[in-house]
């Protein structure tokens, strides 16, 4: 029977559990066994009792619940090569040559440097007689498979990546909270979300909330933005707006690359419009609690492509992503995406924001 393992790595997402146990049942009815690798690559690393067969029971409940139950890590063991040399020894003794990764753009990458390094890294540990011929010649080829959880969603050929949904909601909630007491009072409050350097959360927060300004590290503002935000919030109050809302992505920055702070915001927004102002950091909050709908059937629908994924690679397949492209669920290679994604990293460095938003537009 064939072993598939899976694992979450990066920042855990909401709808994690829900694609684990996907993966798992998926893997199940297809007449394959599955494997958790728990802590990420840290679990690969390490081995033993941290790459555990999954049966169908075992991820019973696993829908509803946030977080990632298997674990996550930031492993720095993996991006070493002894690291990976042991990783790839770990799964040869537990038979497993294929991997089905929800993470973020990072892990993704890493599993697909691993798959390019599989051979090698298996005639290394012959040479050093950890595993003999015979144990490493049924696993030639690795299979790796992505999967993108991160509320970020910030990986290009996708329109949604796994926990981005929950995430909005969370944040929609928040500020649906913070407006009450801001209605009371007639205060304005700065709001930072994550997002790290994607826009993503900040705009689809700002439209569906119907905030006042939202800073963007795609999209800075014109050089003179400070007068700009306070003139357009000055509008909205003269209008009879009892409120303001400003959304900060925390990537935020102006057209020279300098950070938007929060507290410069407010400052402007006390010192300029004699506002009573409040920041707000969502933090983590934003990261936690259960999965929306949304996320609970992308999730599912997503595993279950990745486990057949697995099924109809041939050596020469490039590594796919699982990705949800106009409502319909589809591979697409990793390493393409993650280019895709990199140049809009690239572009804002390079200070090119048409080129960024045009790259963003286009995904
Ligand atoms: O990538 C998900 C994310 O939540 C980002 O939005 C944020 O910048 C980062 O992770 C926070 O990471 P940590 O939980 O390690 O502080």
Redo the contacts with the bound molecule.
């Keep these: 029977k064939r072993r598939i393992g899976v694992m979450t790595s990066?920042?855990d997402?909401p709808g994690m559990n829900g694609a684990v146990r996907a993966v798992v049942r998926m893997s199940i009815a297809q007449n394959c066994e599955a494997y958790a690798i728990y802590e990420g690559y840290e679990g690969l690393v390490q081995g033993g009792d941290m790459i555990r067969e999954m049966g169908w029971e075992d991820v019973r409940g696993f829908l509803s619940e946030g977080g990632t139950l298997i674990g996550t890590a930031?492993c720095k063991a993996f991006m070493e090569r002894p690291g990976r040399l042991n990783a790839a020894k770990n799964m040869i003794i537990k038979g497993i040559d294929a991997l089905i990764i929800c993470g973020?753009d990072g892990s993704l990458t890493g599993a697909d440097k691993f798959r390019g390094e599989w051979p090698g890294l298996l005639e290394e540990l012959v040479e050093k007689k950890e595993l003999t011929a015979e144990q490493v010649e049924p696993f030639k080829h690795l299979n790796i498979v992505g999967l993108v959880g991160?509320?970020?969603n910030d990986l290009s050929m996708t329109d949604a990546t796994i926990g981005c949904y929950s995430s909005l909601g969370r944040i929609c909630e928040s500020v649906d909270c913070i407006d009450a007491t801001a209605l009371s009072h007639q205060r304005a409050f700065v709001i930072e979300v994550?997002?790290?350097h994607c826009g993503w959360l900040a705009l689809m927060a700002g439209v569906s909330t119907g905030a006042d300004y939202v800073f963007l590290p795609e999209n800075p503002p014109s050089e003179n933005w400070e007068a700009e935000m306070c003139s357009i919030i000055k509008r909205h109050r003269d209008l009879g707006k009892r409120k303001t809302i400003v959304i900060v992505a925390?990537g935020a920055h102006d057209r020279n690359l300098r950070k938007i702070s929060p507290l410069h915001v407010k400052t402007l927004l006390t010192d300029t419009l004699r506002l009573d102002t409040r920041i707000t950091t969502l933090g983590?909050v934003q990261?936690g609690g259960t999965a929306c709908a949304y996320d609970r059937m992308l999730a599912t629908l997503q595993g279950a492509e990745a486990v057949k994924a697995v099924l109809e690679a041939t050596p020469d397949t490039p590594s796919p992503v699982i990705c949800m492209v106009e409502n319909k669920i589809e591979r697409r290679p990793l390493l393409q995406a993650v280019k895709q994604t990199h140049e809009v990293a690239e572009a804002i460095a390079a200070k090119d924001f048409d080129r960024a938003m045009g790259l963003r537009d286009a995904e």
């Design positions: 990066g920042g997402a930031r973020g991160s509320i970020d994550m997002g790290r925390e983590h990261r």
